[in-house]
């Protein structure tokens, strides 16, 4: 690679996925960020980054970046740049009068997985203890909260209790509907090294051959949504023939007479006709895992974003437990988690409850937290409040009057596109806030906030395996951008209990009142520092002062002694999971599944990525991946445009011709405006509330290949 003439190297973690790679900034002799570099000495990337990581530097200075904040009062009318203290006190005006007017919860706010720890923790002081919302929540329910609803059903509490060195101990992994090689590819790297060192044998559930299925030593085409039926086969098998773990069972469960009279209802004979996986390796695969010494499962969106996608995680622990794989080397339940701090605002930043896995719904966690802050805790709301997904629902019936979107773009982001389009245009008011001002939301806001990004700012990510891990400041925010702390510090003082309550300026005051009020809670960061965590290269939680005092590393793995899962009793829950099928499914107008997924080169809605040209020249425009066999049977040639329907609306898409995808279903990308996301139902999962991305159903016709390269044209401009 060219010599970019880096004098300085500035250490940092990746902000694309929740691998939680340490990285290293490299800044020239005019301070400017020139060049990127894994961390060699950081356990989690040994030195690695995969395609993002390498180029993120480019983030800083990319296309679209916004210099200054912009307002207006109408939508269609342009924007027209001003300062921050008009932008400021127009919002917290706008605020105020929508509360005033329509009840304190008509006023939404919409978070992120993207930003600092320490920022969650203040936008979550912002909104639980001084705009006084309870309709509030992050985009993680999009990728995650089916893992989180999942995790407290059966432990009792969130939080992954796992790690990536569990690779190096199992003798058998099954991956639930996760495409590492693209999704997570250090994570792959820390997984295929230890299975070509140990050779245990990986299976791969995946509706698609994936490139991780074809890794694999046996793939499971599963029909889709039905993840629950093929567990509760497992589980019938290993009850029948006697390979459950009964000393663990006994020790540390509750529910399972319950379960296993639910699994009876499973024989694999009846499982195979509903999940399409033969009865004889549905065999298989059950005494692979229940006779392995260890024995470990992954998963990421294809068992989340689904209408069964909490069921689908408690069926994943359901199988760890009554095998006795939790809280070993090797024996885990492990959610690939999806944003680069998708855990910590799970832990911090008040979106779902309180800070800390506190609950709203608990009078003593709302008393602690008020006194900590200094308010009332009649302020705080008695139970959680809607969902994001829940939240555009009520904006339809003028229940929700206005709405702040901080580092998230539902424009790209939810399901059924023409229907959150219309949903935003019923605003009466909506602030975006964002590092670049051409996100696609952004056309339907009254104010926009420019934000600094990444390592223009200081503070801390959690990982997938619960690492702290710290990001330090290269630069300052470009041009006239604030950190989104400072934003939300701002704007708090424009809030009555934003007077009441200390909003500190520096990120490591911020984690000093973390830490305090993390003390004796499961994510106890207590032994922490910033300096420690750089010089550890990330630390686990727990984390306690005592660990710290014997300079002991962090917690890798939850629940390792007996009873110790976080219901009163201290035992886990055994769930019985009964199969109700509610997806879309094909038929003669819509024949073809709908799947969505990650490319490797991409993240997310393409806010960064699609102006990183070395990221986005691999995939600049929509495509479709379809079946050979089924393309011939409708007239259609690889690589020409064809027209895709739903329901819902159309996208225009090239098609990609490969046998990675089965006779009856299509896949696409979810990265690009206007495209898969105009087809998707996304349903909602009843304990989650996280939409089914990928249970849809299209069709597919021809179009006119002129107009439709034209409109290929246009999307290429972003």
Not at 75 to 89: E, G
Request: hydrophobic share 35%; glycine share 8%; net charge negative.
């Amino acid at each position: 690679m060219a010599d970019k003439g880096v004098v300085n190297w500035t250490y940092s973690t990746c902000g694309y996925c929740s691998t939680g790679c340490s990285i290293e900034i490299g800044t020239n002799t005019e301070g400017q960020p020139v060049a990127s570099r894994g961390v060699g000495d950081a356990d989690v990337n040994r030195g690695k980054l995969c395609l993002k990581g390498i180029f993120e530097y480019e983030v800083f200075e990319a296309s679209g970046r916004a210099s200054k904040p912009l307002i207006r009062d109408y939508i269609h009318k342009p924007y027209s740049p001003t300062d921050w203290d008009t932008a400021l006190d127009k919002t917290a005006s706008e605020i105020k009068r929508i509360q005033a007017t329509y009840g304190r919860d008509s006023f939404a706010v919409v978070s992120t997985g993207q930003i600092l720890t320490e920022e969650f923790y203040t936008l979550g002081k912002l909104v639980r203890g001084a705009i006084g919302t309870n309709n509030y929540d992050g985009n993680t329910t999009l990728c995650m909260a089916s893992a989180v609803s999942g995790y407290k059903r059966s432990f009792g509490s969130d939080g992954p209790p796992g790690c990536y060195e569990d690779f190096e101990h199992t003798d058998c992994l099954i991956a639930w509907g996760s495409n590492l090689p693209e999704q997570h590819p250090i994570i792959y790297w820390r997984m295929k090294e230890a299975q070509e060192k140990r050779k245990f044998p990986l299976i791969v559930v995946d509706p698609r051959v994936t490139i991780f299925a074809q890794n694999a030593d046996i793939h499971l085409p599963i029909t889709p949504g039905t993840d629950v039926v093929l567990q509760n086969a497992l589980i019938h098998v290993i009850l029948k023939e006697g390979l459950e773990d009964r000393d663990y069972i006994n020790a540390n469960t509750n529910g399972f007479e319950e379960l296993a009279k639910e699994v009876e209802n499973y024989d694999p004979t009846t499982a195979a006709k509903l999940c399409g996986i033969d009865e004889d390796t549905i065999r298989t695969v059950a005494r692979l895992y229940a006779k392995a010494g260890v024995a470990m499962s992954i998963w990421t969106m294809g068992i989340n974003q689904s209408t069964h996608g909490s069921d689908g995680v408690v069926g994943i622990n359901n199988l760890n437990l009554v095998t006795g794989n939790i809280g070993k080397a090797g024996g885990t339940s492990l959610s690939i988690t999806g944003q680069c701090n998708a855990m910590g605002t799970r832990e911090w930043s008040s979106c779902s409850g309180l800070p800390g896995y506190r609950a709203l719904e608990k009078p003593e966690d709302r008393e602690e937290i008020a006194k900590f802050w200094g308010i009332d805790p009649d302020f705080f709301p008695k139970k959680r409040g809607l969902t994001e997904t829940d939240i555009f629902p009520a904006i339809e019936t003028g229940e929700i009057k206005g709405l702040w979107l901080v580092a998230t773009n539902p424009m790209t982001s939810m399901a059924n596109t023409p229907r959150i389009r219309k949903t935003l245009e019923k605003l009466e008011f909506l602030v975006v806030q964002d590092a670049y001002y051409d996100v696609e939301t952004s056309q339907y806001a009254h104010i926009f906030l420019p934000a600094g990004i990444w390592a223009e700012k200081e503070g801390v990510f959690t990982n997938t395996e619960r690492r702290v891990n710290l990001t330090r400041q290269v630069k300052q925010p470009y041009a006239d951008s604030k950190s989104d702390m400072q934003i939300f510090n701002e704007l708090a003082k424009r809030f009555d209990n934003g007077k009441l309550i200390k909003f500190p300026e520096k990120p490591e005051d911020v984690f000093e009142e973390m830490k305090q009020l993390s003390k004796g809670r499961l994510c106890d960061i207590s032994g922490m520092s910033h300096d420690l965590i750089e010089q550890q290269r990330g630390i686990q939680w727990p984390y306690t002062e005592a660990q710290a005092a014997q300079d002991a590393k962090g917690t890798q793995r939850l629940y390792t002694k007996p009873a110790t899962y976080c219901y009163p009793d201290g035992r886990a829950k055994l769930i019985p999971l009964p199969f109700i099928n509610n997806n879309e499914v094909p038929d003669e107008q819509y024949p073809f599944w709908l799947n969505s997924g990650r490319l490797v080169e991409h993240w997310h809605t393409r806010t960064k990525t699609g102006k990183i040209g070395n990221n986005n020249k691999f995939s600049p425009i929509p495509f479709m991946e379809m079946s050979p066999d089924a393309a011939e049977d409708l007239g259609i040639k690889h690589q020409s445009y064809v027209r895709v329907t739903s329901r819902r609306g159309d996208a225009v898409v090239m098609v990609m011709l490969t046998h990675r995808v089965p006779k009856n279903m299509v896949f696409i990308p979810f990265h690009f405006f206007d495209c898969v996301n105009r087809l998707t139902l996304g349903l909602l999962d009843p304990h989650s509330r996280q939409p089914a991305f990928k249970q849809s159903a299209v069709a597919i016709e021809h179009v006119d290949q002129d107009f439709a390269a034209q409109l290929s044209k246009e999307s290429r401009t972003y």
